[in-house]
């Protein structure tokens, strides 16, 4: 089936003209002055020209970390290839289609940036089965787990205090993407107090995560916005893996290439959506999603080549760079790795910290550690603590 891209009803994109013709807002995009920070600092105060939510941009992009999204897993590991798409990439485009959605609907802009650059910051290497072993590994030494989500927000909050603000900082908290639904409404979070309470129960409850709701409706668009994002271009990628052809995923109404699946569904959330406090898909869209959804965990996701190779080689692998540097922190070892390039390199940060790093767990300092690494950072960091390991990655390359 050829599915066409759809547009607006011709009523909906009169009623948005007339709106944006008289200088119609929107009742329910959050405003710039209800930006909560923990500490009321007026440098931290948003001015005219640079808003609330703009300082929270500015901040997570130059976070030391923003620039190690280049070379994380998106979804396909060891492809020496351009081509497949990297983390960075991801949340470029989430960031895109949300501020789509956000403008069509006359949400602000800024804090839909804001959450969507900061969303996977705390990503781990190799994807979600990177973040799958080091949550059973944290889980081993400490009966905590760890989620990205959360440590997105302990990148921002804690590693880096930067004092970001609770509406991003619950955004991110919240934005987890494997979780789809028809309608999305926010839940307004009372402060810093209850929303330390809810990443705490995250790292004690596995499936706490997957109950959290963002607190604003541009939390919601970026929440969306993060599947709309992946569906179609991971698909778009285990092609050019030459894992799939689009033809294997059948016939949907949103269609199965990348661009005809984001348009339509941009398309239906607006119209379904607009002047409205909530995020809504039609039935036949959401079904569409679900079921587009289910065929890439069936076709990609669980494939041999996205994840027996990572398997094999990145558990073992991790789990030995996880108990060498956990040794050498608990023993002070000033040769370890982990004291120079780790402590030393967030100490180098002039933000004030309520803890001293180093005073930390050393669990989570060695968790904090592993997730900040790319893939290539973590594989050469293998390779020179334990040289003679017969554990070997092969890579794909352009003309494998």
């Not at 997570?60 to 999204?69: E, G, L, T």
Request: aromatic share 12%.
């Amino acid at each position: 089936m050829n599915v066409e891209y759809e547009n607006l009803s011709a009523q909906l994109e009169e009623r948005m003209k007339s709106d944006k013709a008289n200088g119609a807002k929107s009742p329910y995009a959050f405003p710039d002055d209800g930006a909560v920070r923990r500490i009321d600092n007026p440098h931290d105060f948003g001015t005219v020209w640079r808003p609330a939510f703009v300082r929270d941009i500015d901040k997570i992009m130059n976070c030391p970390y923003y620039n190690r999204y280049a070379d994380k897993t998106q979804v396909f590991s060891f492809y020496k290839n351009d081509d497949i798409t990297r983390r960075g990439l991801h949340v470029q485009l989430v960031s895109r289609i949300a501020r789509t959605i956000g403008g069509a609907l006359g949400l602000n802009l800024d804090l839909i940036e804001a959450i969507a650059l900061g969303h996977d910051i705390g990503h781990t290497p190799f994807g979600h089965a990177g973040e799958a072993f080091l949550d059973e590994l944290l889980y081993e030494n400490t009966g905590r787990h760890f989620s990205h989500n959360i440590h997105s927000v302990r990148v921002l909050d804690g590693i880096y205090p930067y004092n970001i603000s609770l509406q991003t900082l619950s955004g991110i908290a919240s934005h987890d993407g494997e979780l789809e639904l028809a309608e999305y409404s926010p839940k307004p979070i009372n402060g810093f107090e209850e929303f330390d309470g809810l990443i705490e129960s995250c790292y004690l409850d596995k499936g706490a995560v997957k109950r959290l709701v963002p607190s604003t409706l541009e939390g919601c668009v970026v929440r969306i916005s993060d599947i709309i994002a992946y569906l179609g271009k991971d698909r778009q990628d285990a092609e050019r893996a030459k894992l799939v052809r689009e033809s294997d995923f059948g016939e949907s109404k949103i269609g199965n290439y990348n661009a005809v699946m984001i348009n339509n569904l941009i398309v239906n959330i607006i119209e379904n959506s607009y002047g409205k406090d909530y995020l809504m898909l039609d039935k036949e869209h959401f079904a569409a999603l679900q079921k587009a959804k289910k065929d890439n965990y069936d076709l990609v996701y669980t494939s041999d080549v996205a994840r027996k190779d990572i398997t094999e080689t990145v558990k073992p692998m991790m789990r030995l760079v996880y108990n060498r540097l956990l040794d050498g922190l608990v023993k002070n070892d000033g040769n370890s790795f982990i004291f120079p390039h780790h402590i030393e390199y967030v100490k180098a940060s002039r933000y004030k910290r309520r803890t001293p790093y180093e005073d930390e767990e050393k669990n989570q300092i060695v968790a904090d550690y592993i997730a900040s690494m790319t893939d290539d950072y973590f594989t050469d960091l293998f390779y020179r603590l334990f040289p003679d390991s017969n554990i070997k990655i092969n890579y794909r390359g352009y003309f494998d």
